[in-house]
């Protein structure tokens, strides 16, 4: 595969004569061959919105009987014939895109003992080994592809200042690409500030990119670039129309929505969990004994209500000093007086 990859740069690099564009030319490729995937997730993340409100009623039900719950469920997947799983197609097809593109760029800028670019994945008899091999830069219009950003902002600050634009570039991009697809997504499920959350996550992501090749950089930028146009035709082809499935599925998320704050909870694994907790809680509440021991107050004692007579509401008795002896008599007895 990473022979495959860079054989794919080599052969744009013989058209173009250019690093950057030919890098580009692959990101391009790569987003086309995923584009019939990433419309397949669409529909299918479509579909199962549409479903929400039912998906709701089901777990509502049978919240008390899992079991039952997910045969139900399965039912009404089959029914439907929606597939939960189909939205990761496109993120588990990138996924080792990007390990074979970061091992291809980076083995096409290694370096030998002496410094000097040695490049690997290619052959040798093709143009793009011929223009590195022996170089110790990967010039593409002023930028050199072998560097990481953060070298270059280390080593020459001013420098530095054009790569990391790049990669705030990037961040933007990817921002606008996510604030996109939120534009349209409407979830029982997310809070606003999950939502914040989910659209600002790709932008941290790109931050990353400043420990990454700047070849890899470029990749990203191409490849964000056309995604951006994918999901401008993907708004145009399935939110055309008050009764588009887009339209349809984004009236059954907010239905679902109202739904949820109704009963109090939210959908699916965290809202059922959240539920149960909530449940658990209030039985724990329940089954806790009740203490009757009442606290006595910190001025009262069996002492002081004794020596403070009817104070503390009680009858008294006769202090010890005038309390009498067992025979009747007091025990100090008084003296007797003079007449």
Known sequence: MFQAAAWLISQFYSFTSNYILAISLVAVVVMMLIFPLTLKSTKGMLEMQRVQPEMRRIQQQYRNDRQKMNEEMMKLYQEHKVNPLASCLPLLAQMPIFIIMFRVLHGLTSRDAAGFIDPDYISKSSDLYASLKGEKEMLSWGLDLSLRPIEVLQDDPGKGIVYALLV??????????????????????MSATQAKIMQYLPVVFGVFQIFFPVGLVIYYMAQTVVRIAQ?????????????????????????????????????????????????????????????????????SSARGGASQGGSSGTKSGPTPSNRPKPGGKPRHPKPPTKK
């Open 168 to 189: 705030i570039a990037l961040m933007g991009m990817y921002y606008l690409q996510q604030r996109m697809i939120a534009s349209r997504t409407v979830s029982p499920t």
């Open 231 to 299: 999901q401008a035709y993907v708004t145009r082809r399935f939110y055309k129309g008050d009764d588009s499935l887009g339209k349809q599925a984004q009236a059954a998320s907010a239905q679902a929505r109202e739904m949820s704050k109704k009963d109090g909870g939210g959908s699916g694994l965290f809202g059922q969990l959240k539920q149960e907790a909530a449940k658990a809680k209030q039985d724990q509440a329940a089954s806790r004994p009740i203490s009757k021991r009442v606290t006595p107050p910190k001025n």
